[in-house]
């Protein structure tokens, strides 16, 4: 008799956890992200409030992504879809916007700034550099609005998550106070690694690279590594013999001895430089996910700056 009460009572509890979570499920914001430490900031800020699906893989190029019928379901049943923005997502999420038809994400299709309630663009209030005279699309020119390659300053964290934060409670007024107090627990412990990784990076003020594509300026800002000169020919265009030689006459020229490839570009070319001009190589990722264990934005930032001092022989670790 005993047995039977207490089994009537687990099985009471369980139906009971199981509608619970039935309910507590479908109250639960749908957010798509595309960068994977966008994602990982979103279930931070988030919580057990929302369920973030992630687009696109840290070793991907953003440049380049491929799109699958997968996203559309994604998109077309989101609350939320939060983005990097300044175009960089231009292969693939104006698309698939559009295919999804859903009017609570919805983008402009022209500058891909929000206009559905449920945009969340992660470049707002960013000061951007790098931004071009004209506002074209030229040859080559796969940045139109500036530099969208802000994920690679550590320091844009907090301004990052703040925009998360706000956009979610946006399209989720009534939990707003939770969205905040996620909000200021990560800031508070992101904050001081910033400082921390500040003093880190001192020994790379001033050092002289070149990287493959130019995505490294907020890096540069955030380092104080001067990035001279660029691999790619342009933005987006493969390097050419020509522009190789005159890239190499200008590592001599001007003793440049740092080559930093983003993990997702051409090896080799890579080396080959290396080997002409004695300089080393710093693989760094450009989006969490890209180098192995670095899952989040914050061991994005500190793997970045350790594998460049790592390569400049200066990373108290090695
Ligand atoms: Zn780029």
């Not at 796969?142 to 969208?148: S, W």
């Not at 107090?181 to 412990?189: F, P, S, T």
């Not at 450009?286 to 930032?301: I, Q, R, V, W, Y």
Request: glycine share 8%; hydrophobic share 40%.
């Amino acid at each position: 008799m005993k047995i039977r009460t207490l089994s009537l009572a687990l099985l009471t509890a369980m139906i009971w956890a199981a509608s619970f979570s039935r309910v507590y499920a479908a109250s639960q914001l749908r957010v798509v992200a595309t960068a994977p430490e966008l994602a990982d900031m979103t279930r931070r800020i988030g919580g057990e409030l929302v369920k973030v699906d992630g687009l696109v893989k840290g070793m991907e190029d953003i440049h380049q992504v491929v799109m699958r019928p997968s996203f559309v379901t994604k998109l077309n049943k989101a609350d939320a879809v939060v983005y990097l923005g300044l175009s960089i997502e231009h292969v693939f999420l104006p698309g698939l916007l559009d295919v999804a038809r859903n009017p609570g994400i919805r983008q402009d299709p022209d500058t891909q700034g929000c206009v559905g309630p449920g945009c969340i663009d992660c470049s707002e209030g960013l000061s951007v550099m790098e931004k071009p005279e004209t506002l074209s699309r030229a040859q080559g020119e796969i940045h139109p609005q500036g530099n969208p390659h802000y994920n690679l300053d550590p320091a844009e964290g907090p301004r990052i998550a703040r925009n998360i934060a706000k956009g979610l409670s946006r399209i989720d007024p009534a939990r707003g106070a939770d969205y905040e107090k996620n909000l200021k627990a990560y800031i508070a412990e992101l904050e001081p690694r910033i400082v921390q990784w500040r003093k880190l990076a001192a020994p790379l003020k001033g050092v002289k690279a070149v990287s493959f594509h130019k995505d490294v300026c907020y890096l540069g800002r955030f380092t104080g590594l001067e990035f001279v000169d660029t691999l790619e020919f342009k933005p987006g265009v493969a390097p050419t013999p020509g522009h190789l030689e005159t890239l190499i006459r200008k590592m001599r020229e001007q003793e440049i001895k740092l080559i930093v490839r983003e993990q997702q570009y051409d090896p080799q070319v890579c080396q080959w430089l290396a080997e002409k001009t004695g300089a080393k190589i710093a693989v760094i990722g450009t989006m969490a996910n890209a180098l192995p264990g670095a899952d989040t934005f914050e061991k994005l930032s500190e793997r970045n700056i350790r594998n460049l001092l790592a390569a400049i022989g200066k990373d108290p670790l090695f």
